[in-house]
């Protein structure tokens, strides 16, 4: 089941370079819905600023369809979202359509989010695996996430600092976040600077 859940992260990635660089400030996610045989039901990627995200998008083209979504399993390259920003909260959303799955590749690292919009799927009676491909996404995203979240590639600097020379880490964020070496270096310094 994992090289499953692999392949059709893979395809949600996909869908997410779609969306790369027309997002504003919103990540590029990418999300595939399958029924219980792994047949697509719909696809997405987020929209600009105050349009579908990308698990709505999906949605919306299983609908279009004529698809029922109820009892799929639906892959996200990131959490999906837990509060009405812009656009209504996916999360309930998910649940509200009776998805039985939700397979997402990282947490996403915005405060309101990161573990919330996964509570909310599970206490709705979603099964959640986190974690399948994180890397890849991670890289996929890592542009956005210093960007916008630059607490999380710092505390992982800052947790890092201690094993690893300037070097040894400028090397490891520049790989971790597919960063440019400059900005990893960066971080890096921020990480090593006395905290206040």
């Known amino acids: 089941m994992g090289l499953e859940h692999d392949a059709l992260m893979r395809q949600a990635i996909d869908q997410a370079e779609g969306a790369r660089g027309s997002t504003g400030d919103n990540p590029w996610v990418g999300c595939v819905i399958v029924d219980a045989s792994g047949r697509i039901l719909g ?8 349009e579908d995200h990308a698990e709505i998008g999906a949605l919306r083209e299983a609908d279009a369809q004529g698809e029922d979504v109820r009892g799929a399993t639906m892959y996200s390259t990131l959490e999906p979202c837990s509060f009405h920003g812009r656009t209504a909260a996916c ?33 709705g009676g979603v099964l959640v695996l986190e974690s ?4 890849e996404v991670r890289r996929q995203l890592g542009v956005w ?10 505390a992982r600097a ?26 990893a270096a960066e971080i890096a310094r921020e990480a090593r600077a006395p905290r206040e």
Not at 43 to 50: A, D, E, L, N, S
Not at 158 to 183: F, H
């Open 91 to 123: 999360s309930r959303v998910i649940v509200h359509r009776g998805v039985a799955r939700v397979v997402f590749g990282m947490r996403d690292p915005h405060p309101r989010v990161d573990g919330e919009g996964m509570r909310i799927l599970r206490e």
């Open 158 to 183: 800052r947790s890092l600092a201690s094993t690893l020379g300037d070097d040894a880490l400028t090397r490891t964020l520049a790989e971790v976040y597919a960063i440019d070496p400059a900005l």
């Open 132 to 135: 399948v491909c994180e890397a």
């Open 43 to 50: 696809r997405g990627h987020t929209q600009g600023p105050g």
């Open 145 to 154: 996430v210093v960007a916008y979240h630059p607490h999380e590639p710092q």
